[in-house]
């Protein structure tokens, strides 16, 4: 600022006649102020060495302190600034480069190498950094002032390599350490450095680095870089194959790899969001992983998987329906149409259940069969079908010409319709049943890549069509059903009863997750929904006037809707509903601490809306003399509850290669390897695995 004599700052103490001193002190004592005013607004620029300046690059010495002390360590770091275009290389720099080397005139520790990018030379791959890269080493404190003095060498590449080189020096004060201006650069440093892996990895004889523990499916690209030059190919493509249990690598060995040493290196690894991560992995040495699951095999469990699932109870009320239409004696041509509608609307649904499974999937969820039962609103609409389609088959209603398969019409557009979204209502009604061979096909598939995952759910669509499919498609099969007559209409009305009943124990289901006011919601939607049943029947009846019963019958299904949305908005009310007299609830705290210990135990996974969990348990695990076998051998009995989502369950269930319930693992005492049971149980193979344990 420049001062002049009409400035009112500088008349004000010459007005008052104050003497020469006394304003110099005061003017001494303004520009002190002033200073340090602008000292605090605008801090020392932290310290960096001179630098060496190429076209190519711009290399300086920077530390993450100002001031040193004895016993406090502290880090210096070569700082690049690398043009547009041009890189320098990793400590393993791939088939062409040189890495850069630091040295300095007092002991430092390593450089600590940030994770590398891979760069395509022409035919050859390197591993390198572009942009701005900082390479710390650990120096240990000491009595300050100290001045470094480095020498670094290093190649920078383009179309062409540049060898360059630099001397670099930075004078340290003593003094407390502290974050200066350059601290931010070895926080972004650190962020890049790749993280321990927290799986376990294996380097077979043939190359395949397998890790086990991922997620089935959260990996979508991955890549290795060894730690050491000569290792493996560079520049040869690597396989990425899922597993159930993880996935694997096909690496290409190089001339100088020895299947009997330990690979160490970086793994970067790429998940569904596109988010990158580098992880410090070390592959010991071991055997070639198992295969995985063969496609044929997937899809053969998967059909049988399906077609067994016609056995299970949950599906039996959908089975009734399609027994109806195949005793009505229609036309062959029919018939065959009308199982092509059907199986259309199951594949479709299975494809359905699958892309959805995928997206949540990706989305991070962990979603698995059956998962939508996990939902009271789901479940309360399940309810509503299965009461709405007892009602049709009493008589209290029709849709178009007659129920799916029963009478005839069958040929009519609304038969064809009613043909698939009774194929759809079969998949849905099903999934809370897990099959033998499900188990393998499901968790499989879902570890395959999508159209894999797609194709296995379909395979599973085609087994649960096949029975209906080939009664209708085949003459001497069809033949061997009842002529049709006046019995059909009391059969068809005595199969609305096994609805009535699907019906009454989704309620109980509802229970279970949203407690006694999701019952009563639910059974107050029933009323609703047969209400304008019967409004619905009265019309086609003649016997009101249509446009009041269509209104008062709509305004019941709206009323059903606005209790739809009570339920999902209302908060959930978590039960017990697999409590059981000697069961213990499961963690997987609970289950180490018992393993530790030495404790037999037999975990039960299960949940309230699995019909063959509840059969296996009635059956078996709740007959007495299984209950004495636990009692005899002090057996902990671990319940999970899986009936609303619980991820420490799902995890369990992940590690088993499952993907929903029910799931029977058996742990002997004195940790003996555990034995995992089949899906249908019976008293004799409960009791031949706890007395062999």
């Known amino acids: 600022m420049r001062l002049s004599p009409d400035s009112r700052w500088y008349r004000l103490p010459s007005c008052r006649r104050r003497s020469g001193r006394r304003t110099t002190a005061w003017f001494s004592s303004l520009l002190t102020a002033l200073l340090l005013l602008l000292a605090t607004a605008f801090p020392a620029q932290a310290l960096e060495s001179a630098a060496a300046v190429s076209k190519r690059a711009t290399v300086t010495l920077v530390t993450d302190t100002d001031s040193i002390a004895p016993g406090t360590p502290f880090r210096a770091a070569l700082r690049f600034r690398l043009a547009e275009g041009w890189h320098t290389y990793w400590k393993n720099p791939g088939d062409a480069g040189v890495p ?67 001397d670099f020096t930075l004078t340290l004060a003593a003094g407390t350490p502290g974050p200066n201006a350059q601290t931010p650069l070895f926080a972004d440093h650190d962020r890049s450095v790749p993280r321990p892996s927290p799986w376990e990895a294996r380097i077979a004889p043939d190359g395949t680095l397998s890790v086990r523990g991922a997620e089935p499916g959260a990996v979508q690209t991955a890549w290795f870089i060894p730690d050491v030059p000569g290792r493996i190919l560079d520049d040869a493509p690597q396989t990425l194959s899922q597993s159930r249990d993880g996935f694997a690598l096909t690496l290409k060995r190089a001339p100088d790899y020895k299947a009997t040493e330990a690979l160490s290196g970086v793994l970067s690894v790429t998940d569904r969001a596109g988010q990158r991560t580098d992880l410090a992995l070390t592959a010991q040495p071991g055997p070639s992983p198992a295969p995985a699951t063969p496609l044929a095999e997937m899809l053969l469990f998967a059909f049988l998987g399906g077609a067994i699932l016609n056995l299970m109870p949950c599906v039996f009320p959908i089975l009734a329906m399609k027994a109806v239409g195949l005793a009505a004696g229609f036309a062959r041509g029919h018939a065959r149409a009308h199982a092509l509608s059907y199986t259309a609307g199951v594949l479709a649904t299975f494809a359905a259940l699958a892309l959805v499974l995928l997206a949540a999937r990706a989305a991070g969820s962990v979603a698995g069969w059956g998962f939508q039962f996990q939902s009271p609103v789901f479940v309360v609409g399940m309810a509503w079908v299965l009461f709405a389609v007892g009602l049709n088959l009493s008589g209290v209603f029709q849709i178009g010409s007659g129920v799916v398969g029963a009478g005839g019409g069958l040929a009519s557009k609304s038969g064809h319709a009613g043909s698939f979204f009774t194929g759809m209502l079969a998949v849905l009604v099903a999934t809370p049943c897990t099959a033998p061979f499900m188990g393998v096909a499901i968790a499989a598939g879902l570890a395959a890549p999508p159209p894999v995952t797609v194709t296995v759910f379909l395979a599973m669509g085609l087994g649960l069509a096949a029975p209906y499919v080939l009664l209708a498609m085949v003459p001497g099969l069809g033949r061997m059903l009842p002529r049709p007559g006046r019995w059909m209409e009391v059969l068809k009305q005595a199969l609305a009863f096994p609805m009535y009943g699907a019906a009454v124990w989704l309620l109980w289901v509802v229970g279970q997750e949203a407690g006694p006011d999701g019952v009563l919601a639910a059974a107050a939607g029933c009323v609703l929904l047969g209400f304008a049943a019967w409004l619905a029947g009265m019309a086609r009846s003649g016997l009101g006037h249509r446009r009041a019963t269509a209104a008062l019958s709509a305004l019941a299904i709206l ?104 799931l029977y693992v058996y742990y002997p005492p004195s940790g003996g390897t555990p034995v995992e049971l089949p899906q249908i149980l019976t008293e004799g193979t409960v009791l031949a695995v706890l007395r062999g344990g």
């Open 100 to 166: 850069p080397e630091l040295t300095f005139d007092i002991p430092v520790g390593p450089i600590d190498w940030p994770a590398p990018n891979r760069v395509a030379e022409g035919t050859v791959m390197t591993y390198a950094y572009t942009g701005t890269l900082l390479l710390p080493v650990a120096i240990q404190g000491a009595n300050g002032p100290l001045t470094l003095h480095a020498h670094a060498n290093w190649l920078v590449c383009e179309k062409i390599c540049v060898p360059e080189e630099g």
């Open 559 to 662: 009323g059903a809707a606005g209790i739809l949305a009570m339920v999902a908005a209302a908060p959930t009310e978590r039960s017990s509903p697999v409590a059981e007299t000697g069961a213990e609830a499961f963690t997987p705290a609970r289950l180490a601490e018992l393993r530790a210990a030495g404790k037999p135990v037999f975990v039960n996974m299960t949940a309230a809306w699995c019909v063959t969990c509840l059969v296996n348990e009635r059956v078996a695990i709740r007959s007495d003399a299984v209950r004495q076998a636990f009692a005899t051998g002090n057996i902990v009995y671990l319940k999970g509850d899986w009936t609303r989502q619980d991820p420490a369950i799902t995890a369990y269930l992940r590690e088993h290669h499952r993907d929903g319930v029910p």
